[in-house]
């Protein structure tokens, strides 16, 4: 199981970085199997580039701190 603390400190490391291009990240569940949904926020929620960040910020530094994450999606609210 993924402990919900670990993955908020996670983001805690990312959000200077989105928060600089005037966006965000917010942790919205965590499966049972290990997959992450996250909803991007502020400026990153419309941006063509919002797949980009998911992928090559947000999962790849959630997956190298926490192993049992199996994979990052993005939340379907």
Known sequence: ???KIKVEEALDQIRPFLQADGGDVALVDISDDGVVSV???GA???CPMSQ??????????LKEQIPEITKV???EL
């Not at 980009?52 to 530094?61: G, I, K, W, Y």
């Open 1 to 3: 199981m993924v402990d």
């Open 44 to 46: 990153c929620k419309g």
């Open 73 to 75: 999606i993005p939340a």
């Open 52 to 61: 980009l960040t998911l992928a090559n910020s947000v999962e790849r530094v």
């Open 39 to 41: 909803e991007l926020q």
